[in-house]
């Protein structure tokens, strides 16, 4: 029985450990994803403001451009799959994987080869354990994302669907991250980065925008635009799945607390129960001793 006491004893304590542990993480995730929810806020005016532009360029001149030009028949489309680096965030690697193993399928039924891009050790993680090719990863920082990154990331990527796709290239982009709604909802999200999909908003589109000189020509300044765009789209996805990653952490930190505690309240309930069943037991003994020596 006094066995049974250490062993319900070194649980509590154990268990206690950990609930503190858990605490610290939540807390850390808490005000590290107050700071991401505002990186991706910043970043929106930006990405806003570029994207008028490059509306106003492609929208006003019947302009030709590699980067916009979609091809009828895709032959090879990259997927850039954003996961987190590190573990203790619920199921949020596990969802997008899974959205992109979902992109994965439809691409194949289309008859499109799909070139995998990972960023995050979570998803290299998944592609090394069943042996399957990628090519290329970045990694680090994913719950703190770096401009420097996503321009490296732009760089690859462009340069994979301006190459012949006979030579390699790539007819499509797609990104696979998860998209920050709120504290308590983040959605994995499939987007497609290239071609560009330039939409006209309502004034554009009923010819209220003046009508621009572009210096030296509309596809020069298209030429500038364009990688900017799509770096600063990677860069605000990568923001908007840091963000996410913070806030699934947050939340599963919180739940294991909560487990916790429920671990340590049974605990303290069956070592109560054997130290009652102890003290019985003895005064049972004492008892029956008493009897044996009055009788």
Do not use: C
């Not at 609930?19 to 991401?36: G, H, N, P, W």
């Not at 080869?113 to 970045?138: H, I, M, N, S, T």
């Not at 490296?152 to 998209?179: A, H, K, M, N, S």
């Amino acid at each position: 029985m006094g066995a049974q006491i250490r062993v319900y004893r070194q649980k509590i304590k154990s268990t206690s450990s950990m609930k503190k542990i858990f605490k610290a993480m939540e807390l850390i995730a808490t005000s590290r994803v107050m700071k991401a929810r505002d990186r991706a806020q910043a970043s929106t005016p930006y990405a806003e403001a570029i994207t008028r532009a490059v509306a106003a360029v492609a929208g006003q001149e019947e302009i030709e451009h590699v980067l916009t030009k979609k091809v009828e028949e895709p032959k090879r489309a990259a997927v850039l799959i954003m996961s987190s680096d590190r573990g203790l965030a619920g199921a949020y690697s596990t969802n997008v994987i899974k959205r992109s193993e979902q992109l994965l399928a439809r691409l194949k039924e289309d008859g499109i080869e799909a070139r995998p891009y990972l960023y995050g050790r979570k998803v290299q993680q998944f592609y090394d354990f069943r042996e399957r090719e990628y090519d290329a990863v970045w990694s680090g920082n994913t719950d703190s994302p770096e401009v420097e990154r996503s321009r490296e990331i732009g760089r690859t990527l462009v340069d994979r669907f301006t190459e012949d796709t006979d030579e390699g290239g790539v007819d499509e982009i797609y990104l696979v991250y998860t998209e920050f709604e709120s504290m308590v909802k983040q959605d994995p999200t499939v987007r497609r980065l290239l071609p560009l999909n330039v939409v006209k908003d309502d004034e554009q589109a009923a010819g209220y925008l003046p009508q621009y000189d572009f210096e030296p020509n509309p596809a020069d300044v298209l030429d500038e635009l364009l990688p900017r765009y799509i770096e600063s789209r990677i860069f605000s996805s990568m923001l908007e799945a840091s963000a996410s990653e913070l806030a699934a952490r947050q939340r599963a930190m919180k739940s294991a607390g909560d487990n916790a505690s429920d671990l340590i309240e049974k605990y303290t309930r069956l070592r109560n129960n054997a130290r009652q069943a102890e003290i019985t037991q003895e005064l049972s003994e004492l008892i029956a001793g008493a009897d044996a020596l009055s009788s």
